[in-house]
């Protein structure tokens, strides 16, 4: 109960709620009964959105891109149409390298649009509010991307779209913000500090292109008990040391990716609601604006963001090599003049007034979250 109230709005089921392809008549999956009994009677995920929207959060889904191969084996009609089948728009060539599930659609042949509305009208159905499409933005499939947009907008309700595996590449920056809410920057990320790394530098590349309704993801937030019953490594808790786990969150704040929890969350510990719960850390990620990487230079690293309506900055100071020393930021480099004040988000506290620059001495792999603020 202490996440609800805070930015964390909805509760994601992200894949493999049907294992054995429960499926309709139309060719549509739905959640296996055994595994969400809500389901029962084809009742779908209804009883189970109901329930999500009535403890103040949304509900989300993941789902493969396409068509269920099993409904183009068994030819079922498509929903809206007159005579198509699954088989007549379905490309065969088109497949998961990682699942064997689905088929692509032919965006071109008649039908295919029809059966991506047919499946957005029933997640609407539902009370569903974000979908996740996997196998979507790598290769990136702009028709069906296009398809999936088309559908939501048909579909009478608000839902979030999210494209994913990434990377997603630089060069379809404008059509992604345009037809897609947020999309993955990496492959999958999780708790190594390789991949943590790599994660600044796909941040810079897609520096300036975040906005309302349109984000670069930097991927779930790998902090908590992680992989329950997999399925990358065994049953543990985030790998990250303890200053990891804080570079982690400030630079999912200070860059406002999306923040998703990708951890058991009855399981977290005392740790993991201090990192979860700091409401002027959150606050970086809901108001900051414009995120920017001032300086990366031996080993150090600094980004900000503006403060909405306001001069102050949020600024985070990181640490990235392998051994502790001193991080320093200039305020002229900033656009900060005469005495700053220097708040330390974390402790909640100001550490002083300072001029010219601020440098302080961080662990390796940490960092600090300030606000600055000028007078």
């Known amino acids: 109960g202490s996440l609800i109230g805070n930015p964390f709005q909805m509760q994601l089921q992200d894949g493999s709620y049907v294992p054995w392809l429960t499926m309709d008549e139309y060719g549509r999956l739905m959640p296996q009964p055994t595994k969400f009994p809500s389901a029962f009677g084809g009742k779908g995920f209804k009883p189970l959105a109901d329930y999500v929207h009535s403890l103040g959060l949304q509900f989300g ?21 007159s005579g198509i089948t699954a088989d007549m728009i379905a490309d065969t060539l088109s497949k998961c390298p990682w699942m064997n599930h689905m088929y692509g659609l032919d965006m071109s042949k008649k039908g295919a649009q029809e059966y991506l509305n047919s499946l957005l009208n029933l997640y609407g159905s539902w009370g569903v509010d974000f979908i996740k499409v996997d196998d979507i933005a790598r290769p990136y499939r702009k028709q069906e991307i296009e398809g999936y947009r088309k559908a939501i907008d048909q579909c009478g309700r608000s839902v979030i779209l999210s494209l994913s595996p990434g990377d997603t590449h630089i060069e379809y920056a404008a059509h992604v913000k345009e037809y897609a809410n947020m999309w993955r920057m990496a492959d999958d990320f999780w708790d190594n500090w390789q991949q943590l790394l790599n994660m600044f530098d796909y941040a810079k590349t897609w520096e300036g292109m975040g906005g309302p309704g349109h984000w670069p993801d930097c991927d779930m937030i790998q902090i908590g008990k992680l992989s329950k019953r997999g399925p990358v490594g065994p049953e543990r808790f985030s790998r990250f040391s303890e200053e990891e786990l804080y570079t982690h969150m400030n630079f999912w704040c200070l860059y406002r990716s999306p923040l998703m929890l990708g951890g058991n969350l009855p399981e977290n510990r005392e740790l993991e609601r201090t990192l979860f719960t700091n409401d002027e850390v959150l606050a970086v990620n809901q108001h900051g604006e414009n995120p920017k990487q001032l300086y990366k230079k031996d080993g150090s690293m600094v980004w900000y963001s503006h403060v909405k309506n306001s001069k102050d900055l949020y600024v985070g100071l990181f640490n990235v090599a392998d051994t502790a020393h001193r991080v320093a930021v200039d305020f002229a480099s900033l656009g900060l003049k005469g005495k700053v004040t ?9 550490v002083g007034a300072y001029s010219k620059l601020y440098s302080q001495n961080i662990n390796a792999h940490g960092s600090v979250l300030l606000k600055l603020s000028s007078h």
Do not use: E, F, S
């Open 61 to 81: 889904i993941h789902v493969m891109r396409g068509i269920p191969r099993q409904a183009v084996w068994a030819k079922n009609p498509v929903l809206g149409t």
């Open 342 to 350: 220097v708040r330390d988000l974390w402790k909640k506290k100001d």
